[in-house]
Structures are given as structure tokens and as C-alpha cells.
């Protein structure tokens, strides 16, 4: 079992950041891809962002391309999300995930095993 728990959220105008965080107890936190998804109300969970077992590789959506930017540390078994220029439509609860390291890079639910609680994030207008 992996125990994810999100933190970070908040409510920030529009143009501004954030910077969400996950951390991870239980299993090797290496041996896991990560990855966040965000699901805004009456909307289905969506990709956000990934990164692979040693940091190597780091997908993102296209929508948050330029602005977000995932990185880990697996020394803290830490998960951040980096959230620059944010717009009202990046407004979501935020999920981290954590995913089998032996598989592929995955963008889909079903790619993650492991799942946090969620942390709100509100972008104003």
C-alpha cells in the first residue's frame, strides 16, 4: 500500500501560482510512477501531469504545458506541482497519484494504483 497526502491548495487570482506538494509513506516511493489529475465540478477527472520512477521523463496535458511543471524527490518522497500563470478554468481538486514504476509513463486513471484525498484549488477572476 502507498498513502498519498496532498497539500498546497488554495484560492489565488488569476495570473498568480501555486504549489502543491504530495507526500507518499508505505512502499518505495521510487519504484512508482507519479502523476496529477484535477477534477473540476460536473467535469470528469482529468491528466495533469506526470513523471516517471527517476525523473527522466514528464508529460503534461497541453493545457497546463509551460505554466505547470511536476518534479519529485525521492530522497523526501515528495511529489510537487508547480502551478504558474493560473486561470480560473485551472480550478479543480487536485489529486496525486501514484502508478507501477515497471509500466509505462500512463495519463489515464486506470495507469495509477494509489490515490490522495484531494486539495481544492480556486482561481478567481
Known amino acids: 500500500q502507498v498513502q498519498l497526502v496532498e497539500s498546497g491548495g488554495g484560492l489565488v487570482q488569476a495570473g498568480g501560482s501555486l504549489r502543491l506538494s504530495c507526500a507518499a509513506s508505505?512502499?518505495?516511493?521510487?519504484?512508482?510512477?507519479m502523476g496529477w489529475f484535477r477534477q473540476a465540478p460536473g467535469k470528469e477527472r482529468e491528466f495533469v501531469a506526470a513523471?516517471?520512477?527517476?525523473?527522466?521523463?514528464?508529460r503534461y496535458v497541453d493545457s497546463v504545458k509551460g505554466r505547470f511543471t511536476i518534479s519529485r524527490d525521492n530522497a523526501k518522497s515528495t511529489v510537487d506541482l508547480q502551478m504558474n500563470s493560473l486561470k480560473p478554468e485551472d480550478t479543480a481538486v487536485y489529486y496525486c497519484?501514484?502508478?507501477?514504476?515497471?509500466?509505462?509513463?500512463?495519463?489515464?486513471?486506470?495507469?495509477?494504483?494509489?490515490w490522495g484525498q484531494g486539495t481544492q484549488v480556486t482561481v478567481s477572476s
Open positions: 497519484a501514484a502508478g507501477p514504476g515497471v509500466a509505462g509513463l500512463g495519463y489515464r486513471s486506470y495507469d495509477y494504483n494509489y
Open positions: 508505505g512502499r518505495t516511493f521510487s519504484r512508482y510512477h
Open positions: 513523471i516517471s520512477t527517476g525523473a527522466a521523463i514528464t
